[in-house]
């Protein structure tokens, strides 16, 4: 489900599309308010609080860029009246902080978004069983028993399936870095990425 699909999903009221939102951005979100807020708690509240906002004003709100660029200019905008509330900085200051981080960001999503079409490429080229087993396990959340019960086979099965796969994954990013954050919405889970 692509991010403009997840959205129109919220504002039709779907709570659960919500949670998908919520558990692709927020801790990339908290990331980024720190670099305004010295303490983990309140980065982590504004976050939260522009979640709240979105979903209360699911309806009225008209989003004229992409709901990541959204989420992350209302995190910045809830950030700076934090700030001049405390310190009653200037705005041209604040200004000049904000696109100098909205550069570095910008360049961090480009490689995210790369690489997650590189891992998609890579896992449809996946053989039929192998990329099944390794989507009920990253996508689905299942465990290796779930998984054999479900499929009719063995437990060992499952965990040569998911080496094959992940050695075909590290393969194709052998020359590359691949640390890849929040890729599946793992369900039933707090950990809500994945690291190869």
Known sequence: MSEEEIWECIQQN???ALKI?????????????????????DAEDIVQTIFIKLWTKRTE????????????????????QSVRKIKKIEGSVDDLKYEILQDQIEEDLSSQQYKLEKINKLIEELP?????????????????????????????????QMGIAFKKIRKGFE????????YFNTRGSNNHSWII
């Open 21 to 41: 939102l919520f558990d692709l951005h927020y801790r990339p979100l908290c990331v980024y308010a720190l670099q305004f807020s010295s303490r983990l708690p």
């Open 14 to 16: 779907d709570n659960h």
């Open 128 to 160: 039929c069983r192998c990329r099944e087993i390794l989507l009920l396990s990253k996508r689905d959340g299942l465990k290796n028993k779930e998984i054999a019960k479900r499929l009719g086979i063995s437990i060992k099965t499952v965990e040569s």
């Open 175 to 182: 020359n590359e870095e691949l640390i890849l954050f929040i």
């Open 61 to 80: 709100l008209n989003v004229n860029t992409s709901i990541k660029a959204y989420l992350y200019r209302s995190v910045y905008n809830e950030c700076m």
